[in-house]
């Protein structure tokens, strides 16, 4: 498999189709436009705090989105257009609604206790990272019912797992073995730099991340050796990096430098920065590729520019910060919020240079806008969120000089 031929196509299914039966009508869309893999991002139960990243049930699909029977469905025909499929699996923590928490919560003599990380107070890891400050003061969140804390890296809601117990990392084979059997083709590891935590550090891109993931390739290749493992990262671009190992852990790593140079390229005309990571996108491990994308269904993150450079495209493409995120270091929004057509045609062109694997997120090869709300949503990346916009679609499919049409051939160039 060449890993550079991949064009990922990046989903929420209700966002894009409505559920899997709506997904599988779609097919023909993805096919047309020229799609070999399609990235759904969670589709599992889940109370919807964090977009789904909270799950509640790792074995089943989200009522709204319909059941296993229609999951299977859609795989079928999505393996008749050899569309390859990833999922997202959410490693660092559960929702607190996840029946092992639920367990894990109920007594300090629960079988499921040591699945999670819990403390008498908040002494321990105070260096360990806080991604989101504005919604907790401390990584510990009071549990009642034993009077203790529990760890949270993210929402309160998300409760971390504890990785050094051996347990966590049998359920989570036993996971992905019951998806490998309902036809999928790989797994984005989302938020795997935070999987471990140690004493006097941030717990980011600990070293025993790393062995847990060579560990989880060695058991998914018994079953599959085709099946591709796509890193979510946090950190700089060595962090990132390490998670090809020797060729031995990650098959394709999310390169996120990519989108903030060629954003700095067209806002503010500095090319110095992708051209450099043009010349170095090639030099991976062999069996191994970066992931480039223009947009995801995060925050557009500018951390891989200079500060002063930082600051200044965020002022100039959100000036008002009403789609600050990431404590100022990016924004929410879509390329058709930020880039006239011209340009998205031109950064399509930049992208599709590159010897790497190349997502789309859906919606960016229409240049969609981001979603009006009436109100400031709590999370700002619900702006790049919105429903897929089909009539535009129509529209450009029709018109040879389109985004879409454009982008359609440079995908066919790509094959």
């Given at each position: 498999m060449d890993l550079n031929k991949l064009i990922i196509y990046e989903l929420y299914v209700d966002k894009f189709a409505g559920d899997f039966k709506g997904l599988t009508r779609k097919l023909s869309y993805l096919s047309d436009l020229g799609v070999n893999t399609l990235l759904i991002l969670p589709h599992y139960p889940s109370p919807m705090i964090d977009g789904g990243y909270d799950v509640s049930n790792y074995k089943a699909v989200r009522f709204?989105?319909?059941?296993?029977?229609?999951?299977?469905?859609?795989?079928?025909?999505?393996?008749?257009?050899?569309?390859?499929?990833?999922?997202?699996?959410?490693?660092?923590?559960?929702?607190?609604?996840?029946?092992?928490?639920?367990?894990?919560?109920?007594?300090?003599?629960?079988?499921?206790?040591?699945?999670?990380?819990?403390?008498?107070d908040r002494s321990r890891l105070k260096e360990s990272r806080n991604v989101f400050p504005r919604l907790k003061p401390s990584n510990w969140i009071y549990s009642e019912p034993t009077d203790s804390y529990y760890y949270a890296t993210f929402y309160p809601q998300q409760a971390d797992l504890n990785w050094d117990n051996p347990q966590v990392f049998e359920a989570f084979v036993d996971i992905i073995k019951f998806w490998l059997r309902r036809g999928v083709s790989g797994f984005r590891l989302d938020a795997v730099s935070h999987m471990i935590k140690r004493e006097h550090?941030?717990?980011?891109?600990?070293?025993?991340?790393?062995?847990?993931?060579?560990?989880?390739?060695?058991?998914?290749?018994?079953?599959?050796?085709?099946?591709?493992?796509?890193?979510?990262?946090?950190?700089?671009?060595?962090?990132?990096?390490?998670?090809?190992?020797?060729?031995?852990?990650?098959?394709l790593v999310f390169n996120f430098g990519i989108a903030a140079a060629l954003f700095s390229k067209y806002i503010m005309g500095e090319s110095e920065m992708f051209a450099a990571y043009k010349a170095d996108v090639v030099h991976v491990p062999e069996g191994c590729a970066w992931a480039v994308h223009l947009r995801n269904h995060d925050a557009l993150s500018f951390n891989p520019l200079p500060i002063d450079d930082r600051t200044k495209i965020i002022s100039m493409i959100d000036p008002?910060?009403?789609?600050e995120f990431m404590r100022g270091n990016g924004v929410s929004m879509r390329m058709g919020s930020i880039l006239d057509s011209e340009q998205i045609i031109k950064m399509y062109a930049d992208l599709f240079s590159l010897e790497a694997a190349k997502i789309i997120y859906y919606g960016?090869?229409?240049?969609?806008?981001?979603?009006?709300?009436?109100?400031?949503p709590r999370d700002t990346r619900e702006y790049v969120r919105g429903d897929f916009d089909w009539e535009l679609a129509q529209s450009q499919n029709e018109d040879p000089h389109s985004i879409l049409s454009l982008v359609k051939a440079r995908i066919s160039q790509n094959k």
């Open positions: 709204e989105l319909g059941d296993l029977e229609e999951f299977e469905e859609c795989m079928v025909e999505c393996e008749k257009r050899n569309i390859r499929v990833i999922v997202d699996l959410v490693l660092n923590h559960t929702s607190i609604r996840h029946p092992w928490f639920i367990d894990a919560k109920s007594s300090r003599q629960s079988q499921k206790r040591d699945w999670y990380l819990w403390g008498s550090s941030e717990s980011v891109n600990e070293p025993e991340v790393h062995n847990i993931i060579k560990r989880l390739r060695l058991c998914l290749e018994e079953h599959n050796p085709e099946v591709i493992l796509l890193a979510e990262t946090s950190g700089t671009h060595k962090d990132a990096y390490s998670y090809f190992g020797n060729g031995d852990e990650c098959h008002h910060h009403d789609f960016s090869e229409i240049g969609m806008k981001n979603e009006v709300f009436y109100k400031h």
